[in-house]
């Protein structure tokens, strides 16, 4: 690594200082002026008629300069004491500029007034209006994209360029999360603006680095028994991880919200008796307007695949689907990309889907949409389907889940395949 300051100082920067010349040299100069102390070490007049003391060093092969303050704030010795820890900072191939900034940013979170300390005020204010599951969401995605670059800088040195170089790295992996990622960051720097942290907010620039949402449809779905069917062999046959294939199957045989089987405990979960069911939190649900949890009957089919998970994960304790690294889940994406990437059912069916083909068909085989609307936990638009939540209409979903298990049970096994991609799987 290159590093050093002035390793070549001339006769004149070799030679020190006295604090008359010093005084003479500030009374007399002209802006722009230099005089050595050597070392690297200078004062110079400045373009407003300010004496400052700075410092001239090389690092990584490039030539930088260090401010130290302006005389007589900073005197003689005060300036030849910080250029001995200049000089240190670079022999340890330490930028000094850069480390100041750090030590800076540590007293500031000290203090209160970085980012990452508005944000969690911000976070706690939200959590009193947000579901639990939305909040965690929130904070994850806080944590992951943005903490790691605006957490520890002060709020009211953020620039729009720092915010949109967040955003630009996001939206290279999901325009859609980096999006609302950005409502947060704004809604933070509200927060900012009402403490008198700042005036602006440099959110709002980077609005438009957030892609224009394409005009489409409805998520993409599959609503046949034979594309289904074709779809779980696909799955059967494809390198995935345990996790995935088991929250796959759940999502599949329940129709449920990719982010409830994502996050679905094993407490949640009724396994033998003669009404299994998942019972989900009303917290955990999209829907916050409900007095009871929601209520997913169990198949036969599910059932079975779900108590020998239990047994091969060897738990009865704790969350169905663990990440990698233990604690934390599986992530919503891993699901997404196992059937956007290694399905390839781009645009033709996604996790989602799943409550798109119950929809369909189990009103096509007769049973009500106030029925199928309660198992889906969808929000009620009339007065009728309002009155039926109270009472769940367990009877009529239990027939329904147990034939939904059934026929996809049935469809997996079938002879008949339908192209999902222009050409016919075996």
């Known amino acids: 690594m290159d ?7 001339s006769a004149r920067a070799a030679r020190k200082l006295t604090d008359m ?9 002209a802006p722009g002026k230099k005089m050595a102390d050597g070392s690297g070490l200078y004062i110079t007049i400045t373009n407003a008629g300010n004496p400052t003391w700075r410092v001239n060093y ?7 300069v260090y401010s130290i303050g302006l005389y007589p704030d900073v005197t003689l010795e005060g300036a030849r004491a910080e250029l001995q820890e200049v000089r ?12 100041r900034r750090l030590t800076k940013a540590d007293n500031l979170a000290a203090s209160g007034s970085t980012f990452a ?19 965690t969401k929130s904070r994850r995605a806080l944590e992951r994209d ?38 947060h960051v704004g809604s933070i720097f509200r927060l900012a603006q009402a403490r008198g942290l700042r005036l602006d907010n440099p959110a709002t620039p980077a609005r438009e680095l957030i892609p224009k949402k394409k005009l489409k449809g409805r998520m993409p779905a599959l609503v046949e028994f034979v594309q289904l069917g ?14 995935v294939r088991v929250a796959h199957r759940l999502i599949a045989f329940t129709a449920a919200r990719i982010s409830n089987a994502v996050e679905a405990e094993w407490k949640e979960f009724t396994l033998d008796g003669e009404s299994p069911q998942w019972l989900i939190p009303r917290t955990k649900m999209k829907a916050q307007d409900r007095h009871h949890d929601h209520r997913i009957l169990l198949s036969p089919q599910i059932v079975a695949e779900l108590k020998a998970w239990q047994t091969m994960s060897g ?15 599986i992530t919503r994406e891993s699901i997404e990309k196992a059937y956007r990437v290694t399905l390839q059912l781009d645009r033709k069916h996604t996790p989602h889907g799943w409550r798109s083909a119950l929809s369909t068909l189990a009103r096509d085989a007769g049973f009500s949409r106030d029925v199928v609307e309660l198992a889906l936990d969808h929000i009620h638009d009339t007065d009728v389907a309002l009155a039926y939540d109270r009472g769940e209409r367990l009877v009529e979903r239990r027939r329904m889940m147990d034939w939904w298990g059934a026929e996809l049970y049935r469809a997996e096994r079938g002879a008949d395949v339908v192209p999902i991609m222009g050409k016919t799987a075996a």
């Open 3 to 9: 590093v050093g300051i002035e390793s070549k100082p």
């Open 21 to 29: 010349q010093l005084k003479a040299f500030v009374a007399t100069a």
């Open 58 to 64: 090389r690092i990584a092969g490039k030539q930088k």
């Open 88 to 99: 240190a900072l670079v022999k340890e191939g330490k930028d000094p500029v850069t480390a």
């Open 117 to 135: 300390t508005l944000a969690d005020d911000w976070l706690g204010r939200q959590k009193r209006e947000w579901s639990e599951v939305h909040y």
């Open 146 to 183: 943005v903490l790691p670059y605006l957490g520890k800088l002060p709020v009211a040195e953020i620039t729009p360029a720092m915010v949109a170089g967040v955003v630009e790295r996001i939206a290279k992996r999901t325009g859609d999360t980096a999006g609302k990622i950005l409502q």
């Open 230 to 243: 074709d779809v779980l062999r696909r799955a059967n046959m494809a390198r995935l991880s345990p996790t």
């Open 315 to 329: 738990t009865k304790k704790g969350y169905l689907f663990p990440g990698a690294a233990g604690g934390n889940t």
